[in-house]
């Protein structure tokens, strides 16, 4: 029987109308190519949980296949393959394309710092038997979610000797974990009167560390004392050196996969390692490009990117100009032609809090990446507001190589806002705008994002940077 034919209007609005497609339900196809892209990520957010353990993980593999640390003062041909790491905790990695880099480079940027709960600067103390530390939260976070859940400590210790101490407590199974309290329901109703702001409070943050005194009753605090002992005995430090150190305290599980069908990944740091990994794979399988490739892991996003290791450094304004000058180029001319995705997450729309999002313009699970075209809160404050053209250059990328994307924003427009790096590669004049995936429970101990969403990233940064 011939198909029924469409009424005009029925037409027209096949013609005109537009809906983003789920992948599972039109490309059933890439589910397992997703599930196996999902191994090796899930395999580094696990044992990525700082910065600095990215960007040591990152490196292995840079050296695996064959990248060199970058020499300024050494010329490239098309096809090198090179990295610069800036401190420890962030780097910038480059295959030299065909194209000279008078053309411009390709610029992919992802942070790998994620929110977590610091160490203060004098952290120990004991009190009623208890010896604890007292911490200093980073980044974005619900304090109330960070009680009651095993926590790792992660870190590394400069002694005065100018050695390094890497510390990892409570990853491996047979580790000890760490832990914040939180007031016993029967005990809590004054408590449970807070704002939801304050269930936990800033100095209510701190974490228990044992229970036995060291054995000796002439010391004045034999809890303390104890607790410095043990880290003595197995990094060599002293109580001095944690003013020379950067410990963080982050969630001790493990990445998840979520739901029956194991369609979703949870775990700690997705915000932005997720972005970070598919950004790192693409430019490690990218072999002849086009266009010079700049792939940027930066830190401190959480808080502003300020610091020496954050996107408002010279680093990256360093690293094009170096590779400027090695052809005589003009930086300014290379940055004007440059292009470059912030790879940065959006928030997914959640059916349990849907008040909190404009369901038009929010991003979705299963749709693919997510172009947010600015960010910022209220009327744009704070924004990078891509233009037209270079919203239309993407998207063109996109579509051509078979990459599913929506468009999203973050949610109902005056309940709060956010923001990424793209407003400070804007100020050098570069074309940018932000392309991540959703991601349900930003910013909380476990989030969660979907397979197909990150093999599509992976595919939209591999895109980006055309082979030859």
Known sequence: MAEKELSKGKQLEKELCWEYPNIAKKAPEQREKAHEFAKGYMEFLGACKTERECVNYAEKLLLEAGYERFDSKKKYKAGDKVFSTNRGKAMAITVFGKKSIAEGVRINGAHIDSPRIDLRPNPLYESNDIALFKTHYYGGIKKYQWGTIPLAMHGVVVKKDGTTVEITIGEDPSD??????????????????????????????????????????????????????????????????????????????????????????????????????????????????????????????????????????????????????????????????????????????????????????????????????????????????????????????????????????????????????????????????????????????FEVTSKLDNYNMYLAFKAFYPEA
């Not at 005194?213 to 004045?220: E, T």
């Not at 930066?298 to 990256?316: M, Y």
């Not at 570069?430 to 349900?440: E, F, H, Q, R, W």
């Open 176 to 445: 000890p974990v760490l832990y914040i309290t939180d007031l016993l329901i029967h005990l809590a109703k004054q408590q449970m009167q807070r704002t939801l702001s304050e269930g936990l409070r800033a100095e209510e943050l701190n974490i228990v560390l044992g229970t036995t005194p060291y054995p000796d009753d002439s010391v004045k605090e034999p809890f303390r004392l104890e607790v410095l002992r043990y880290l003595n005995e197995k990094y060599g430090i002293t109580e001095r050196d944690f003013a020379r150190a950067e410990i963080e305290f982050v969630p001790a599980d493990k990445p998840r996969d979520i739901g029956f069908d194991r369609s979703l990944i949870g775990g700690y740091g997705q915000d932005d390692r997720v972005c970070a990994y598919a950004a790192l794979r693409a430019q490690l399988d990218t072999v002849n490009p086009e266009y010079t490739t700049v792939t940027i892991l930066t830190d401190k996003e959480e808080i502003g990117s300020c610091g020496t290791t954050g996107s408002k450094s010279n680093f990256l304004y360093d690293y094009i100009c170096y590779l400027a000058q090695m052809e005589g180029v003009d930086a300014k001319d290379v940055f004007a032609k440059s292009a470059c995705l912030s790879a940065d997450v959006n928030g997914a729309y959640d059916p349990t809090f849907a008040d909190a999002f404009e369901a038009k313009n929010s991003s979705y699970l299963n749709r693919g990446v997510v172009l947010t075209k600015y960010t910022g809160s209220g009327g744009k404050f704070g924004a990078s507001d891509a233009s037209a053209e270079f919203m239309a250059k993407v998207i063109d990328i996109m579509d051509k190589n078979g990459v599913y994307w929506q468009i999203g924003e973050l949610g109902k427009l005056d309940l709060g806002g956010g923001g990424t790096i793209a407003g400070d590669v804007a100020r050098l004049n570069v074309d940018v705008v932000d392309l991540g995936v959703a991601v349900l429970s930003m910013h909380s101990p």
